[in-house]
């Protein structure tokens, strides 16, 4: 049965804003508090769908969230209607608010971690949702996530749905950005990478000094149990402590995997020459061929592997077997980033083409192609239990710009997240994206 990979890219809220919310990546301590504009950042997203749709790959859409979270404003103490709880808030507690704003749900690599049917116990895909519990403005994310996924992927033959991790430091989970998955095919039983940045119940293995390390191993394993993952079928594998005090806060930022191949820094991992085996030999179980690209230190570092998200990228199948790298333009911006991978294109690898899209609402605020999608492998049969009013094509397009253009606006910043027309704004932009999506009631305001 033929299987592909499907790229679920996160559509950019309503509430786009430079907020400044994640210590330890440093593109948005670095623009904190900046004018953004929501309505280009949203326009930028959906022109990567649409071109990797003409491409010929399969290509999704991910909801985004209500927001501000007024809700979970109520919660910490801000009474009254929602216009009043807004007003409150942002007199009393502007960073909070501006929290309760944030729009980085449309960083869908943290919405989840998948398995397809192929390497699961029971036959199915399944999904469980990440807790994001190092950051208050992304705990809140995952019971949307939640019910966003289960509107897309309903039907239980084929898809088995996890609540997020004990909400806990111990089991800390940010979801595929620091997952990924090695096979010959899709369709195939492949290798499931989990990387972690620190054990929580082992005080000897090593952790950042300076930076917090988002992932825990018992969450990484935890999320395998679930899954019903097999131990022949798992490589788990430490991030360097280094590089996440040099803001890679997520593995996705220093490195990126697909089908065969690793492409990755030569500083991301600690143990790596063991780890690399670890993959050989199971992927080779398999009847896989893993093939490791290590970028060398001595021609990109890692500053300019954080400033340019060189490995913030997606790595795509061709139907002729070679693969596509999707970067941002701050990679051509870069001349050792650029001149690398030329070099990388002029070799016998197997990526053989690079190519540049703008996503610079996104960039600056911390996140790149890869942050943007959450990878979910189908075959045929899965594929078509799929909602699909969540599936890109030419007129979903056009019908998601004209939604934008009519909703959005092109200026955010802190004195707009105090604007209490701007929840009515979101609300009535999702109430009607849901039609679009056909996604029926998931969004507190159309559930209570």
């Known amino acids: 049965m033929k299987s592909c990979e499907v790229n679920f890219d996160g559509l950019v809220g309503p509430t786009h804003n430079y907020g400044g919310l994640s210590y330890g ?37 991910l909801a985004p969230q209500e927001r501000p979270d007024v809700a979970g404003l109520r919660k910490l103490g801000f009474s009254g209607n929602d216009a009043q709880v807004i007003e409150r808030a942002a007199k009393e507690s ?14 869908v690599a943290n919405a989840a971690t998948v398995s397809p049917s192929a390497d699961t116990a029971d036959g199915r895909v399944h999904f469980t949702a990440a807790n994001l519990n190092c950051k208050y403005h992304r705990s809140i994310e995952h019971p949307t996530t939640s019910r966003v996924l289960g509107a897309m992927f ?34 195939e039983p492949g290798v499931e990478f989990f990387v972690y940045g620190r054990a929580a119940f082992d005080s000897r293995v090593p952790a950042p000094q300076k930076y917090p390390a988002r992932q825990t191993l018992e969450a990484s394993q935890a999320v395998a149990r679930l899954h019903g993952l097999s131990a022949e079928g798992v490589v788990f594998a430490q991030q360097n402590p280094a590089v996440i005090d040099q803001g890679v806060f997520h593995n996705d930022v220093i490195s990126v995997g697909n089908g065969e191949v690793l492409f990755y820094h030569e500083d991301a991992f600690l143990n790596t020459e063991p780890m690399l085996a670890e993959l050989h030999n199971k992927l080779g179980q398999r009847g896989g061929r893993f ?23 997606q790595l795509l199948s061709r139907a002729d077997g070679s693969m596509l790298l999707i970067v941002p333009e701050e990679c051509r911006s870069n001349e050792r980033v650029w001149n690398y ?15 540049v899209f703008d996503l610079k609402q996104s960039m600056q605020n911390g996140g790149g192609p890869a942050c943007l999608r959450l990878r979910v492998a189908l075959n045929e049969t899965e594929l078509a239990a799929v909602n699909p009013g969540v599936i890109m094509t030419a007129p979903l397009y056009d019908t998601l710009t004209q939604w934008v253009d009519k909703h959005y606006r ?20 999702l109430d009607e994206l849901t039609q679009h999506l056909q996604l029926g009631a998931v969004y507190p305001f159309q559930i209570n």
């Open 25 to 61: 990546n440093v593109a948005s301590q670095n623009n904190c508090q900046q004018s953004s504009n929501p309505r280009e950042a949203a326009l930028q997203g959906l022109a990567k769908m649409k071109a990797l749709m003409e491409m010929g790959f399969t290509q999704g859409v």
């Open 94 to 107: 502007m960073p909070l608010l501006a929290a309760s704003c944030s729009a980085s749900s449309m960083w």
């Open 154 to 187: 309903a039907d239980q033959q084929h898809f088995a749905h996890h609540a997020a991790l004990p909400a806990v430091a111990q089991f800390g989970d940010e979801g595929a950005a620091n997952h990924t998955r090695f096979c010959r095919s899709y369709g």
């Open 291 to 313: 093939q490791a690209i290590c970028v060398p230190r001595s021609e990109v570092a890692v500053e300019d592997a954080v400033r340019s998200y060189l490995f913030n990228s």
């Open 341 to 355: 991978l030329q070099r990388l294109l002029a070799d016998d690898s197997p990526i053989r083409e690079v190519k």
């Open 410 to 429: 092109d200026r955010m910043s802190d004195s707009d997240l105090a604007d209490p027309q701007l929840l009515t704004e979101c609300r009535t932009a």
